[in-house]
């Protein structure tokens, strides 16, 4: 009756460990997904320009979400029965050597086989799941592209083509799985066939223990067995975690490739932890600058290629000048203001600000003081507010009214069904290309910046519109980089500055250039015609 009685008990404790292992398993692999998700984060937060450009969007995702996820689900699988395998499988070796040394041996030795062989398949599977998370990035690459652009892709009705890229990339996808799943479906017949020779040599020597030389007894022979088929469950269970440790390897060296890259770049020395100048006010940022803006002999090419897409450009922008850049597709316009933000540094010459190098600003301070719109107008989920707040989050409703106004964009935010409060889709969707553009000069005029870099950003908006918002800009103090491809916005610029494949050809005011450039004479002509040649 006592023996039940434990026995009964010990089900129970039994029962309640199992539960509190899940519990605390699922707990401590949650955290730790959190915890390297967001380790994760940061370091890509934290990449300069040339680092973040090794790694795809797409791949970036996945390694976020998927690779992170499959490394957090086998910290919870390990958690749970990486100490309960090893610990039987060891422990009927022991046992069955204890009941009998000659059987046992059969036991003992077969063992390390095994884990030798399932040790060999966890390696070469490893390195097959990279192939196929490569195949994944690939995958989503695809996807991201063709939903970014499907409005691109119905307009030239290439619908059947980008299916059938998307088929072929699923397609290799399925291959390489299918390649990694069938090596590494491999380990549990090989410990099946394996073990169960064991056990029948086992059972062949032990009937000659006992019929022949009585060295054995029926029951250390069925004991040994026991031990034996426990072993072999035990084994099948590790060949299903080594599947799962072989996804989870490719997964690691995924994140490592991130966490451990050496961005060697300044973008890193405040953004681990959040940026000091984001606690500094809009004002208190300003007072930092108020001279002139220097190029001095400047030149640039993107790490990796040795093409000089800047060569020698030198130019002065004193302080609060309008400096209108021109110059064909490729001619470096972009590069030329990205300078100036550190999204990159020069190879060779030095960008001064209040004659100041800009490498001696602290990068997050530099970039708290210049207000930038990009090419591509970028909004995010929210309310019109938070997107135009979004560049000064201390900025009141009146100043986020203000930067709207001066963006020409307060009235039309007025007329939607929520006026500021109407809450945008992604990328803005629900926006015209034109009030993105709009949106996104509020956004950096909320700023109150003392340099202000417009690049290409009033191409979506008709001539009315944007005269109005050059003579915004006009009223305000800050030096201006206005990047344009119309001469009607260069006309009241200090200085135009026109590039040619990297180069500096001419810069002046609009007159200057009219007597001077025979290329600025062309575009001028080209834009207005008959009534050009006349003036």
């Known amino acids: ?84 395998v090893p610990l039987v499988v060891i422990g009927s070796v022991i046992m069955a050597l204890v009941v009998n040394v000659k059987l046992g041996l059969f036991l003992a030795v077969t063992v390390p086989v095994l884990l030798l062989f399932i040790f060999y398949i966890m390696k070469k599977v490893s390195l097959m799941f990279r192939t196929v998370q490569k195949r994944l990035d690939e995958v989503n690459g695809v996807a991201q592209e063709n939903l970014i652009g499907i409005r691109l892709i119905r307009v030239f009705v290439r619908m ?83 599947a799962t440790l072989s996804r989870a390897s490719a997964s690691r060296h995924r994140v490592s490739e991130v966490l451990d890259t050496d961005q060697a770049g300044f973008d890193s020395v405040q953004a681990a ?7 500094i006010t809009t004002e208190g940022k300003n007072s930092a600058v108020k001279q002139s803006v220097q190029y001095e002999e400047v030149s640039f090419s993107y790490p990796g290629s040795d093409l000089h897409v800047l060569e020698n450009v030198s130019f002065e922008a004193k302080a609060g000048e309008r400096i209108a850049i021109m110059g064909a ?73 203000e930067a709207a106004r001066k963006a020409q964009i307060h009235h039309t935010i007025e007329s939607l069904t929520n006026g500021y409060d109407t809450m945008l889709g992604q990328r803005g969707v629900n926006l015209s290309g034109g009030q993105k553009q709009r949106l996104s000069i509020a956004r950096a005029l909320v700023r109150k910046p003392q340099i202000l870099i417009l690049d290409d950003s009033t191409s979506a908006l008709d001539v009315k519109t944007e005269a109005a918002l050059l003579n915004e ?23 135009i500055l026109l590039l040619d494949e990297g180069r500096l050809i001419a810069q002046g005011t609009h007159q200057e250039l009219l007597q001077d450039s025979e290329l600025y004479r062309r575009i001028y002509e080209s834009q207005f015609g008959q009534e050009a040649k006349h003036a």
């Open 273 to 279: 932890e959040g940026s000091s100048a984001a606690k």
């Open 473 to 495: 800009l006009s009223e305000l103090s800050c030096t201006t980089f206005l990047i344009t491809q119309k001469i009607s916005s260069t006309l009241s610029s200090d200085l």
């Open 160 to 242: 059947g083509h980008e299916i059938e890229r998307f088929g072929r990339s699923i397609r290799h996808l399925m291959n390489s799985t299918m390649a990694a799943q069938r090596f590494a479906e491999t380990t549990m017949p090989f410990i099946m066939l394996v073990m169960n020779a064991s056990i029948l040599t086992i059972l062949w020597f032990g009937r000659n223990d006992i019929n022949i030389t009585g060295d054995a007894t029926m029951g250390e022979v069925v004991a040994v067995v026991n031990y034996a088929v426990r072993t072999m469950g035990s084994l099948s269970m590790l060949s299903w975690i080594v």
């Open 329 to 401: 597709t490729g001619s470096g316009k972009t590069s030329l203001v990205q300078l100036l933000l550190r999204l990159y540094d020069p190879d060779e010459g030095i960008i001064r600000i209040d004659g100041k190098n800009v490498q001696q600003y602290p990068v997050d301070d530099l970039r708290g003081f210049i207000g930038y719109v990009p090419q591509e107008a970028v909004l995010f989920t929210g309310s019109v507010k938070e997107n135009i707040a979004w560049g000064n989050p201390q900025a009141s409703d009146e100043e986020v009214r």
């Open 1 to 84: 009756m006592d023996v039940g009685w434990c026995l009964l008990i010990s089900a129970f404790i039994a029962f309640a460990a199992g539960i509190s292992s899940s519990f605390y398993a699922a707990h401590a692999s949650q955290g730790f997904g959190a915890d390297l998700r967001e380790s994760l984060y940061k370091k890509v937060q934290s990449f300069s320009y040339a680092v973040f450009n090794r790694f795809a969007t797409s791949s970036l995702i996945i390694r976020l979400t998927g690779d992170i996820t499959q490394l957090q689900d086998t910290v919870f699988m390990g958690l749970r029965f990486a100490t309960r």
